[in-house]
């Protein structure tokens, strides 16, 4: 079965980094792409961005081009979201989630369970 | 930007009541929507897919319709599970890019 799970939550103080992983399996992962999505504590969802798993191609949302990198290790079918210079209201649970795209149609069947990290000093 | 207007942003319902939702688009996006359902501490989960489509294992009660800019998402009726928070998703495959609605919150009256 399909499964997507993430590394465990994070404490950090602000201006630093945090790398969040998203381990795969039940699939073949380079025929899928991987969005992260993140929530603040009481708010609605909030795209962050997609990685194609077959070529590492990505789209950033543009609030957090320059902040955000996302890869993919293919041999261990891995995502990694890396946010830089947090703030306060980085705060948030993060997502990772499949995409599945067949010609136009797109969706996110699949999420991992969440990533809480917290930014405070 | 795409812009997505969800409403409402909270309902109240009764067991065994028809639920609307609605999302309007800022521009045309065809059939290109996707409606979730969240529950409290968990991550959220596909329910419908352009527009209208039901993801298997979702109960028939859950039904989305629309195309253009107006949307609609129904629950035929309401059953106590069903308390959760729903997103609509706008989405764009050139390149992938993705817009949630800002979710209604339903709760049982």
């Known amino acids: 079965q399909v499964q997507l799970v993430q590394s465990g939550a994070e404490v950090k103080k602000p201006g630093a980094s945090v790398k969040v992983s998203c381990k795969a399996s039940?699939?073949?992962?380079?025929?899928?792409?991987i969005s992260w999505v993140r929530q603040a504590p009481g708010q609605g969802l909030e795209w962050m961005g997609w990685i194609s798993a077959y070529n590492g191609n990505t789209n950033y949302a543009q609030k957090l081009q320059g902040r955000v990198t996302m890869t993919t290790d293919t041999s261990t079918s891995t995502a990694y979201m890396e946010l830089r210079s947090l703030r306060s209201d980085d705060t948030a649970v993060y997502y990772c989630a499949r995409g599945t795209i067949f010609g136009t149609s797109s969706r996110f069947d699949y999420w991992g369970q969440g990533t809480l990290v917290t930014v405070s000093s | 930007d795409i812009q997505m207007t969800q409403s409402p942003s909270s309902l109240s319902a009764s067991v065994g009541d028809r639920v609307t939702i609605t999302c309007q688009a800022s521009?045309?996006?065809?059939?290109?929507l996707n409606w979730y359902q969240q529950k409290p501490g968990k991550a959220p989960k596909l329910l419908i897919y352009?527009?209208?489509n039901l993801e298997t294992g979702v109960p028939s009660r859950f039904s989305g319709s629309g195309s253009g800019t107006d949307f609609t998402f129904t629950i035929s009726s309401l059953q106590p599970e069903d308390i959760a928070t729903y997103y609509c998703q706008q989405y764009d495959n050139l390149p992938p890019l993705y817009t949630f609605g800002q979710g209604t919150k339903l709760e049982i009256k």
């Open positions: 039940g699939y073949t992962f380079t025929s899928y792409g």
């Open positions: 352009d527009a209208s």
């Open positions: 521009q045309d996006i065809s059939n290109y």
